[in-house]
């Protein structure tokens, strides 16, 4: 008679017919959930997986405490890439063991393949603390899915922390990332040469030395690279937006025609190719590839359907805000035509902006994402999912949702000093923002405007390495420290605000101040067309001529605020 071991011998050998024969020929019946199980791993092996997850099931059904089915159908539903299906396995899994802290390290990387995030890191630190075999995986995992989020900061934190526990090129690989993320050039120089030491032939490595020579300014040696590569798609992409950015539109086209066919299923190539299509105004193509953004992944309100444009007048919808703070405010005065086709209509946003916007627009409330988040919707969607039905809305001159505290407001007029003229300035915004580092302007690059008469507050926050001695020593009256309500009462009593490409521009045109926009040689997409249909009434841009110099900028600037200061006078 068979017995059990010699079938596992057989698929362990992978000798999967005669173990199939063997569980056909098997006849204990006390076993038999066992031998549909066995007859699900055979299935699975072969790639018959239909056949695999019928048996499974079965087994399952003969005995629903048994754990190894339930392990494999977790398997094979990440083959079938069935990510609820995983995730409902993975949960299974727990309620039946809760004491097998693989499981937990299991459902946690289920959350991370269905976008969970805050699940996730719970259930990876979960296992962490219950002294998890693998923690340096566990911290690294954690540490990529900030990465991928655009946190480079807190990414770092998490992988020193599985550094603890070993080294090894990927952990050191996506430490090197996030410095190079976080311009922190002193330890990209050091994690540069470590990885390069424990395997210069790693692709993460090759990848990273190219974006860490861009940080270095060696753009021609990091175009090599890329170009040695270009059968990576990740290579491919970094390549067409790095000549976009560099005013190299030609050899962009000329990639982007040789190449297109080869990566257009590829989400990372298809969010740059929407960016792209929409800055030319290719509108109806756009809008449809600017769904793969990567904050896309971002949803607050899981199982709420996704307006499509239907109609809601009888229905409620939540926005909300999945993007920077620069979207957020850009972008929510498309909520206004909303409001008028909606029963009613929410606006979810971080915390740290709430008070900007405007509580007495009729139909529309202002709520805070963690306050709404168990409340109940008919339709939900991304601000920036917004924008595509509402882009050619025409508005009344800058009809927004902005407000100002009257109290602050008040303040400020009586603070600030009217002897000169008041100028915000703002040169670099987050380290991670779109368009990064070319959006931020080093501080060295405006020394000149400073040399004129006038009161110069800073209204950012972040000062990046590069600008500290430049900012410690130039006579800036420094606003950083303040929130963003009390941001736009001091804008309010300012004669101008100059400023990079950052929120600041945003709520300063938004405010109705008089703006003076600086942007890159290939602004961000909102900067093309699409800035032709509405723009900022009170915006003056000033673009960069040359890749990497803003000399051009800072004379213009120069020019015209000399002439503004004197025009003051008289």
Known sequence: MTNLKEIVEKIKNKDLVEALKLCDDYNDKNNQHIISNFKGVIHLIKGNLELSEKNLLKSIELKPQFEDPIKNLYSLNLKKKKFDKVLFYAKKLVELNSFNNEYNYQLAYAHELNNNLNETIENYLKYISLDGKNKKQAYNNIGCLYLQRNNPKTAKDYFLKGIEFGEDKIIINNLFRSYILLRDTINSDILFRKAENIDKNFLEFKYNKAKYLILKNEIENAIKILKDNINNSQFLITLLILYSNIGRKEDCNKLLTESKDRIINEPEFLNYYGLKLLYEGNFKDGWKYYEYRNSKITDFFKGISEWSGEEIKDKTIVVFNEQGIGDSIQFSKYIIPLTKIAQNVTFAVQTNIQNIFSKEIPNLSIET??????????????????????????????????????????????????????????????????????????????????????????????????????????????????????????????????????????????????????????????????????????????????????????????????????????
């Open 369 to 570: 994402i963690n306050d709404c988040k168990n409340k109940k919707f008919d339709f939900k969607i991304a601000l920036g999912s917004l924008i595509k039905f509402f882009f050619e809305e025409n508005f009344n001159k800058n009809e927004n949702l902005l407000q100002t505290n009257k109290n602050n407001d008040l303040k400020w007029n009586k603070k600030i000093n009217t002897d000169k003229l008041n100028v915000g300035i703002v040169w670099s915004g987050g380290f991670n923002g779109a368009n990064e580092p070319y959006r931020s302007i080093p501080l060295k690059s405006l020394r000149k405007i400073f040399l004129l008469k006038a009161n110069f507050y800073c209204l950012q926050n972040e000062i990046w390495d590069r600008d500290r001695d430049d900012f410690n020593s130039l006579d800036l009256i420094d606003c950083g420290k303040y929130k963003l309500d009390e941001i736009s009462s001091i804008i309010k009593n300012l004669d101008l605000v100059i400023t990079s490409d950052t929120s600041i521009l945003h709520l300063s045109a938004s405010l109705n101040k008089e703006t003076w926009g600086m942007l890159a040689l290939h602004p961000d997409w909102r900067w093309g067309e699409f800035n032709k249909i509405n723009p900022y009434s009170n915006l003056t841009i000033y673009n960069q001529l040359s890749f990497n110099d803003w000399s051009n900028v800072e004379n213009q600037i120069y020019s015209d605020l000399e002439k503004k200061i004197i025009n003051r006078k008289n």
